[in-house]
C-alpha cells in the first residue's frame, strides 16, 4: 500500500495548482479534526499534524473534496499512522479517499444522518469537470484493498468510470440512524439525473460494501468552531443571556390573550421550562393563543423545530407561531427586528442584470411533473414548468416585491438566511409514499399555509435553495392542489436570488411541518 501511494502522489501532481482557502484542522487529545475542502497544500498541515505523533481518530466534518493529489497525500499518512478515521456530516470524492485509509472506519454524530455519508466517484479536471480515467487505476487500487473482502468490483467501477461529470456520485449513508430504506447507496451518472433513474443498490450498505469497519455511529462532541451555528436573524446563540423569571406574567398573558385555563396551566409550564435542563425552546401563537415548548433533547436545534411543531400543531388550534425564547436567550423581539430589516432591505431592491436573467430564464430543466416526490427523488434537476402555476424568475420576484402590494413568499426549506420578507416554513416541501404520512402531513400543510394566506386569491411564491431542490415544488403543487389561485414558483431559489447580489436576512421560523 505504501509502494501504491508513492507512485500515485507522482503520477497525480502534474498539472495541478494550488487553491487559497486551505482545510481547517483541530487536535483536540488524541482526536484531529477537520472539515473543508481539500485543496492545494493541505498536505502540509496534516504532515504537522502526524509529526507531532499520538493521533489515534482522524474525524472529518463535511469535507466537499478537492485536489485528488492532496487527498491521496493525506491518506498515505493515514494509512502509515494506522489510526481509525470517522465521517461527521458529508465527505465526498477525495476527502472519501482520505476515510477509506483508515485501519478502522464509521460513522460519527454532529450532524443530521440523512446528511451522514460517504460520497465515490471518480477522477475529472477541476476546471473543465471532465472526467480522466486515467487516474482511476490508482484509486480503484486503493478501495480495493482498504475494503478487503468485502470488496464489489462492479460497485466501485460504477461508481469510478460511469459518471457522465463531477457531480455524479456513488453516495453511502450512516447505518445506525437512519431506517433500512435510507441505508441502501445510490448511483447518479451526472447530479442533474432524476432520483427514479439513479441505480439503487439493493441489499447493500456501508458495511457490506466495506466502506466502514462497524455499524455504530460513534458519539463525537465536535469543536465548536465545527458545529452547526444555530442562529436567528444574523444573531447566534452566543448573544447575551436573559433571565425570563421576572417576565414570566407579561409573557404568560401575551400567549394566553386572558383565557384563564391557558393561563394556570401555562404559568405552570413556564416554570417548568425555566428550570428544565438544556437543550431547551419556548415558541407562542402568532395573532392566536397558544405555545409549544420542548426541553431535555440533544441540542437546541432539535428543541427549536420541537417547540414550534408542538406550537403550529395543537389540537384543534393550528396556527403560525414564533419562538420566545432558546435555552436562556430571548429571540422573541428579534422577529419585529427582522421585519424591519426587510422593509428597509425591499424598498432598496434593484433587478439583476439582463446576462443574469438571461441564463436563468435559459436553464435546462426536466419534464412537467403529475404528482409530488418523495425520498431521495427530492434532489435533481426540476421542471422547466408546472401546470397551474406560474415560474417566475429573480427579475420578476423582484419587480413584485417592489410592488405596494407584494405576494406572500415562503421559503420551504431554508435553516440558514432567508429573502426578505419571506416566512420560513421548515419541512414544507415534503412528501410520503405511505399515506399513513402523507395525510396527516398534507392536513398540516393546508393548515399552516391557510394560516399564513388565508385569502386564496392572494399571489404566494414558493421557493427552496435552488434549481435542483424539488421542495418548493411539491409545496407550489399542494397550493394548487388546495385551491389557491395565483400560485408562483421561483425555481432559482436562494441561490438564484443572492447570486444576482441581491440582499437576504435571518430566518423567520414560524412553522415546521414535519
Given at each position: 500500500m505504501t509502494r501504491l501511494?508513492?507512485?500515485?502522489?507522482?503520477?497525480?501532481?502534474?498539472?495541478?495548482?494550488?487553491?487559497?482557502h486551505a482545510m481547517t484542522l483541530e487536535r483536540v487529545g488524541k482526536d484531529l479534526f477537520a472539515t473543508g475542502p481539500t485543496v492545494g497544500q493541505d498536505f502540509l498541515q496534516f504532515k504537522e499534524a502526524f509529526a507531532q505523533g499520538g493521533i489515534e481518530r482522524l474525524i472529518l466534518v463535511n469535507g466537499p473534496g478537492g485536489d485528488l493529489w492532496t487527498g491521496m497525500q493525506v491518506a498515505r499518512m493515514v494509512y502509515e499512522a494506522k489510526i481509525t478515521?470517522?465521517?461527521?456530516g458529508y465527505?465526498?470524492?477525495a476527502c472519501s479517499l482520505i476515510f477509506m485509509a483508515?485501519?478502522?472506519r464509521t460513522f460519527g454524530t454532529g450532524s443530521l444522518p440523512r446528511v451522514t455519508m460517504v460520497g465515490i466517484h471518480g477522477a475529472h479536471d477541476r476546471d473543465t469537470k471532465r472526467v480522466d480515467p486515467s487516474f482511476m487505476p490508482q484509486m480503484y487500487a486503493l478501495y480495493k484493498q482498504q475494503m478487503g473482502d468485502k470488496f464489489d468490483a462492479q460497485v466501485i467501477n460504477q461508481a469510478l468510470y460511469d459518471i457522465k461529470e463531477a457531480s455524479g456520485f456513488l453516495k453511502i449513508r450512516e447505518l445506525q440512524r437512519n431506517q433500512e430504506k435510507d441505508r441502501t447507496p445510490w448511483f447518479c451518472s451526472t447530479g442533474q439525473t432524476p432520483f427514479e433513474q439513479c441505480q439503487q443498490l439493493t441489499g447493500k450498505d456501508a458495511f457490506s460494501l466495506g466502506v466502514v469497519t462497524q455499524t455504530e455511529t460513534v458519539p463525537l462532541q465536535l469543536p465548536a468552531s465545527m458545529k452547526a451555528q444555530l442562529g436567528f436573524f444574523g444573531q447566534s446563540l452566543g448573544a447575551p443571556i436573559v433571565d425570563l423569571h421576572d417576565r414570566a406574567d407579561t409573557l404568560i398573558e401575551g400567549f394566553c390573550k386572558g383565557q384563564l385555563l391557558c393561563k394556570t396551566i401555562g404559568l405552570r409550564t413556564f416554570n417548568n421550562y425555566l428550570g428544565a435542563n438544556h437543550n431547551k425552546a419556548m415558541a407562542i401563537g402568532w395573532g392566536k393563543t397558544g405555545y409549544g415548548v420542548r426541553w431535555g433533547v440533544d441540542d437546541p436545534?432539535?428543541?427549536?423545530?420541537?417547540?414550534?411543531?408542538?406550537?403550529n400543531h395543537a389540537k384543534n388550534n393550528p396556527k403560525l407561531c414564533r419562538l420566545v425564547s432558546v435555552n436562556e436567550h430571548e429571540v422573541l423581539p428579534l422577529y419585529d427586528e427582522a421585519s424591519a430589516q426587510a422593509t428597509t432591505l425591499l424598498s432598496q431592491l434593484q433587478v439583476p442584470a439582463p446576462a443574469h436573467i438571461q441564463?436563468?430564464?435559459e436553464e435546462p430543466g426536466a419534464r412537467t411533473p403529475s404528482k409530488l416526490r418523495w425520498g431521495q427523488g427530492l434532489t435533481g434537476m426540476t421542471p422547466k414548468a408546472l401546470e397551474g402555476i406560474q415560474r417566475w424568475d429573480t427579475a420578476t420576484l423582484v419587480q413584485a416585491l417592489q410592488h405596494p402590494v407584494r405576494p406572500m413568499v415562503i421559503d420551504a426549506a431554508s435553516f440558514?438566511?432567508?429573502i426578505p420578507g419571506a416566512l420560513s416554513f421548515i419541512n414544507s416541501g415534503l412528501a410520503f409514499e405511505d399515506d399513513k404520512l402523507e395525510q396527516p402531513y398534507a392536513e398540516r400543510f393546508a393548515q399552516m399555509l391557510r394560516a399564513a394566506v388565508p385569502d386564496q386569491n392572494k399571489p404566494v411564491v414558493f421557493y427552496c435553495s435552488h434549481s435542483e431542490s424539488w421542495l418548493s415544488v411539491n409545496a407550489a403543487m399542494r397550493a394548487r392542489q388546495l385551491g389557491y389561485t395565483q400560485v408562483i414558483w421561483y425555481r432559482g431559489g436562494f441561490t438564484a436570488w443572492t447570486q444576482a447580489g441581491l440582499p437576504t436576512v435571518g430566518r423567520v421560523p414560524v412553522a415546521v411541518l414535519y
Open positions: 501511494f508513492i507512485a500515485l502522489a507522482f503520477f497525480l501532481s502534474i498539472g495541478l495548482t494550488a487553491k487559497s478515521t470517522v465521517a461527521s465527505c465526498m470524492s483508515g485501519q478502522a436545534g432539535q428543541a427549536i423545530l420541537r417547540a414550534l411543531y408542538n406550537c441564463a436563468e430564464r440558514g438566511p432567508v
